[in-house]
């Protein structure tokens, strides 16, 4: 089984191509994916490149741009070939499947005017609560 899921920031602009013949819209994105363990002197983060096709590749390019937080499921696969030198060149590539929003449309947006759904979180992260008497499953 080849099933890869990952969650990072894009580090460009989705890249969008047209296969030949058949107009299939291709888009092309890096994304870095933060190490959650690592040694001292290892890089934070590792970057991967990602390539989807179709509906998916058109749902990137349209709502996806630099620094976005996104949630990928694909497979890896290998992304050899032979340059015009004559030399093996190998890597890999993501081939995305699917994608999903890992954050709110206005989370880098730093309004603090609280939102119309309920009250602005504190300093510390938490909304207070509202009294039981106001809570709606009573």
Same mark, same amino acid.
């Given at each position: 089984?080849?099933? *890869?899921?990952?969650?990072?920031?894009? %580090?460009? &602009? =989705?890249?969008?191509?047209?296969? @030949?013949?058949?107009? *299939?819209? !291709? %888009?092309?994105?890096? !994304?870095?994916?933060?190490?959650?363990?690592?040694?001292?002197?290892?890089? &934070?983060? &590792?970057?991967?490149?990602?390539?989807?096709?179709?509906? *998916? @590749?058109?749902?990137?390019?349209?709502?996806?741009?630099?620094? $976005?937080?996104?949630?990928?499921?694909?497979?890896?696969?290998? $992304?050899?070939? %032979?340059?015009?030198?004559?030399?093996?060149?190998?890597? *890999?590539?993501?081939? !995305? $499947?699917?994608?999903?929003?890992?954050?709110?449309? $206005?989370?880098?947006?730093?309004?603090?005017? /609280?939102? /119309? @759904?309920?009250?602005? =979180? &504190?300093?510390?992260?938490?909304?207070?609560?509202?009294?039981?008497?106001?809570? =709606?499953?009573?």
């Amino acid at each position: 089984m080849n099933k *890869t899921i990952m969650m990072g920031r894009l %580090t460009n &602009d =989705p890249d969008v191509r047209f296969g @030949a013949g058949n107009n *299939t819209q !291709i %888009t092309r994105f890096n !994304i870095a994916v933060n190490r959650q363990f690592k040694r001292e002197g290892d890089p &934070d983060a &590792d970057f991967f490149s990602c390539v989807c096709f179709g509906k *998916t @590749a058109e749902f990137v390019e349209k709502y996806f741009k630099k620094g $976005n937080r996104i949630l990928v499921e694909g497979e890896v696969r290998n $992304n050899n070939y %032979t340059n015009k030198d004559g030399q093996k060149v190998y890597g *890999t590539e993501l081939l !995305i $499947n699917s994608v999903e929003f890992c954050e709110s449309k $206005n989370s880098n947006n730093n309004s603090s005017a /609280p939102s /119309p @759904a309920g009250p602005a =979180p &504190d300093n510390s992260g938490f909304m207070e609560m509202p009294d039981e008497d106001e809570l =709606p499953f009573n």
